[in-house]
């Protein structure tokens, strides 16, 4: 009896650990006032339903992961969730470990469905740190506030909203990817910092706004054709403002120090295509609508078939070759000058004779005819 217990509670043991679960983020409060803090978050809320060959569906997955302790020292108002997260000495302060999110809908009836989502990741690497500022957002991770307010740090972020349909058998697609990348936000001594992706670092300034390198477009299809409209704007690399008010940083690469109102960004590129049914090739559009190669790449003639080349006109068209060419009239009155010869001024058509003499003639008659009828009326 004692060896069947003995083997039962073994087996119990041995179950507990081999099924156990990795240990949750410990929560800590040290002089603190009205701290909300929770460790790693997944729901699954979902919907459906299904009547009479018409069916719908909605579901919205979502999730807040991270490792390590939600830590909150002497601060007031600290939200923590997830885990990784420090709070020192701050007011009003919000932080968050990656967020993944995934909400998609779908329906269908009478052959025919529609389906849409639209997947949001807020990502990033490290702990999220908040020290002695007040108001400071911090999503993802590698994020740290020191001495500022009003701060909204955001990790690297990628949504991608996408519909599809099938109508009488035809299938239409449309998705609008856009994604900030980096890692590793950093705010000190500054107010009104907005922050998202990495590599942006601001001190001691005010009104800066610092994204990554960034990514977006729009695609769409429809049977066999389909277009894209890609664009990037930098490349990665750093943002830094320094002693700064009203910068804005977009790309990577840009610095400013002791500036007023800055706007720096990194190259932004775009390249538009369109395709025709799947397999072909997708024609490139640049700025004018043409590809470069397009642009530069003269038509080539088309060839000439013997009927052409002997001078006899294909079936079907007319010929003006030989035909009498009649000349164009001008307008009564206008002088008809030899092509290519300068106009003259101040002379009669036809005549050539000088406009200033009837000029004189007509002012001496007129004059004449006044003073006679003066005369007569006397």
């Not at 603190?32 to 729901?43: L, P, R």
């Not at 969730?81 to 709070?87: E, K, L």
């Not at 000495?89 to 919000?94: A, I, L, N, Q």
């Amino acid at each position: 009896m004692r060896a069947k217990c003995s083997l039962v509670a073994a087996t119990v043991v041995a179950l507990t650990f081999g099924t156990a679960q990795t240990a949750l983020a410990d929560n800590n409060s040290t002089g603190s006032i009205g701290a909300v803090q929770t460790g790693n978050v997944s729901v699954t809320p979902s919907a459906g339903t299904s009547q009479s060959g018409t069916s719908a569906a909605v579901s919205a997955p979502t999730s807040i992961t991270g490792t390590g302790n939600n830590t909150a020292t002497n601060s007031v108002g600290a939200v923590q969730a997830g885990g990784g997260n420090t709070s020192s000495g701050s007011t009003g302060s919000v932080q968050s470990s990656p967020i993944s999110s995934s909400p998609s809908g779908s329906a269908g009836a009478a052959n025919q469905s529609a389906t849409a989502s639209a997947p949001v990741t807020v990502g990033g690497s490290g702990s999220n740190s908040a020290s002695g500022s007040t108001g400071a957002v911090e999503l993802g991770g590698g994020n740290s506030s020191t001495g500022s307010g009003g701060v909204v740090q955001a990790g690297s972020a990628q949504a991608a909203p996408a519909v599809g349909a099938s109508i009488v058998g035809e299938a239409v697609s449309a998705s609008f990817p856009a994604s900030v990348s980096g890692s590793g936000n950093d705010a000190t001594a500054s107010n009104g910092v907005v922050q998202v992706g990495g590599g942006n670092s601001v001190a001691r300034s005010s009104l800066a706004a610092q994204p990554g390198a960034i990514a977006a477009g729009s695609s769409a299809g429809a049977g066999g054709t389909a277009a894209s409209n890609p664009i990037t704007v930098g490349a990665g690399g750093a943002n830094s403002a320094v002693d700064s008010v009203g910068a804005a940083q977009v790309g990577g690469e840009n610095t400013s120090s002791g500036s007023t109102g800055t706007v720096q960004t990194g190259p932004v590129n775009a390249s538009p295509s369109a395709g025709g049914s799947p397999g072909s090739t997708p024609v490139s559009a640049g700025t004018s609508g043409l590809s470069p190669l397009a642009a530069a790449t003269p038509m080539a003639a088309a060839p000439r078939t013997p009927a052409a080349t002997a001078g006899v006109p294909s079936q079907g068209n007319r010929t003006a070759e030989g035909a009498p060419r009649r000349s164009l009239r001008k307008p009564f009155g206008q002088t008809k000058m030899p092509a290519g010869s300068p106009p003259v001024l101040d002379q009669l058509p036809y005549t050539g004779l000088g406009l200033l003499l009837f000029v004189l003639l007509g002012l001496g008659l007129m004059v004449s005819g006044l003073t006679t009828r003066t005369r007569l009326g006397t």
